[in-house]
């Protein structure tokens, strides 16, 4: 090796130990802030799994005093923390309430409800809007479902329009809901009745070629 490579080498030794000794302490913090951060991620992992664990339990507490017909059912629901355990207990317990015949009570319970998940409003809406035309409240049902766009919410849109009257307006909405069904849905029977009853004439799907 020649006597050059060797002063390269320790000349770079050294620019080496230099900057270590300018830098060092930087770099040592930035290792342990890096540490730091990983266990701080570990930490974090593992209190959120902790807190999914006691909703979880805490859920399953509530939907089993659902089931028991427990009086304080109602309170444990309540009592979870707002998201979609939440929405899942409280669409429990209206279901055993109008299981119960507590019609308003159920009404109540799911107009309590609050969830950003679109899909689990609409079917919250669908049900509410149910007990509402069972209530003799058909308008307040078809304002709750103006804006609804599924098969099912727009069929009981259509049974919301006829319990006031509107035969007309009844027809309008079961034809679309009848439009959204897929040929094979065994619901279509049922929508088929329906328009009927409301002075309709089903269409019957075209034949595919």
């Known amino acids: 090796m020649a006597i050059d490579d060797l002063l390269d080498e320790h000349e770079q030794s050294e620019r080496v130990l230099s900057?270590?000794?300018a830098n060092g302490a930087g770099l040592i913090g930035g290792i342990a802030l890096g540490l730091a951060a990983i266990g701080g991620w570990k930490w974090w992992g593992n209190h959120q799994l902790e807190q999914h664990g006691k909703a979880a339990s805490e859920f399953q507490a509530a939907v089993d005093a659902v089931g028991a017909k427990d009086k304080a059912a109602a309170a444990k629901v309540k009592a979870l923390p707002a998201g979609m355990y939440q929405t899942l207990a409280a669409l429990e317990l209206?279901?055993?309430?109008?299981?119960?015949?507590?019609?308003?009570a159920a009404i109540a319970t799911l107009q309590g409800i609050k969830t950003d998940d679109a899909a689990m409003a609409?079917?919250?809406n669908q049900r509410?809007?149910?007990l509402l035309i069972d209530a003799k409240k058909p308008a307040d049902a078809v304002k709750l479902l103006a804006k609804s766009v599924s098969p099912l919410a727009i069929e009981v849109r259509g049974d919301a329009q006829f319990a006031l009257g509107k035969a007309d307006l009844a027809r309008t909405e079961y034809s679309a809901a009848l439009g959204k069904l897929d040929e094979a849905s065994p619901r279509r029977r049922l929508l088929e009745l329906k328009l009927t009853e409301a002075g309709g004439t089903p269409v019957k799907p075209e034949a595919k070629s």
């Open 94 to 104: 209206a279901k055993s309430q109008v299981e119960s015949d507590q019609r308003d």
């Open 19 to 21: 900057w270590l000794r």
């Open 128 to 130: 509410l809007a149910r």
């Open 122 to 124: 609409d079917i919250v």
